[in-house]
């Protein structure tokens, strides 16, 4: 059987409007501008508006993705759908975006590999084309993580953002797509990081509403001793498979949670610092959507070109981690 070259045909991406500093956050929990900036890097991020939800973000990404491959979204037979902060518990915000765009002749689902997400979901998506099973697939990333942050709590409420990204993967000509990639998950870190009520374990009760539990919880230090093994292993993992080495890659985009993680990394994986391409110093994390908003930032102010050969790597929770090698193809 003869694989088809897949790749990334058309890249968009969008962040709401609101900007909150971390001058903004130093009113509203006991942290300081310094404390965040040296500690994460982060200055600034995006909230969304009241009046926003997650599908919302991720139709405005999507429509730039569409235009950008010069296709329309009658043309998308898949949509997959990242996300850890869906608009309802059930009904895929897929299916929202689905209709929202006008997508009619799409199946989708949402798929949640938390901050691993993209990589998760292109994924999937590069294997559905591979296969011959669908010709285009739109692959998003979009969080409105402002809404499951708990605003009283300074561990959490200064690092996260909200926005989408979105990528169209299509059939590409030979020699350029999609090189290899890698995935992994460590189940067994169940309370490191996860939103402990709103589901079937926990529903939302008087009391949970009391505790807070509602909102996101995290063990920092745990989750930062993760990603500093795990980026460097997924990344290495991925460029092996695809017989890539160091000097291959142009540039990596790595999932956006804190400054001091991806020079960790880069020290691990052997790729000087400044291939990592980074915007969390004005977006924060945005969990799926962050390696998709680096990588269309990056594209937009041409930094990648037809032929670069580029990394894509994330990791989050679950525990989840993952990487992608793609040789540019536009
Ligand atoms: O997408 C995946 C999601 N998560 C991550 O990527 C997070 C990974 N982890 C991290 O990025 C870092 O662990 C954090 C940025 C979350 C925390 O940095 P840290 O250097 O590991 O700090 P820490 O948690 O060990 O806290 C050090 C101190 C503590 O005070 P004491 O106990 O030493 O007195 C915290 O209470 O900093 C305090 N602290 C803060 N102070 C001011 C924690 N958060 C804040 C804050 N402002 N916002």
Redesign the pocket.
Known sequence: MNFKNVGIVGLGSYVPERIVTNFD?EKM????DE??KS??GIEERRFAAEDQATSDLAVEASKKALEKAGLTAEDIDFIILATGTPDYLIQSTACIVQEKLGAKNAAAFDLNA??SGFVYALTMGTALIKSNMYKRVLVIGTEVLSRVVDMQD???????GDGAAAAVLAEVEPGYGIISQYLGAEGEDQET?RVPAGGTRKPITPEVLEERSNFLK???????K??VKALPKATISAMESGNVSVEDISMVFP?Q??L??IEAASKRIGIPVEKFYMNLNKFG?T?SA?IGLALGEALDKGLVKKGDVIALT????GLTYGSMIIKWAY
């Open positions: 956050l929990v006991d942290t300081s404390w965040i500690r994460t938390a901050c300074r561990n959490t409420c200064v690092l996260f990081l995290m063990k920092g230090p745990e989750v930062f993760f990603a999932h949670a804190n001091r993680i994390n969990s962050s994330g990791f989050g929770a």
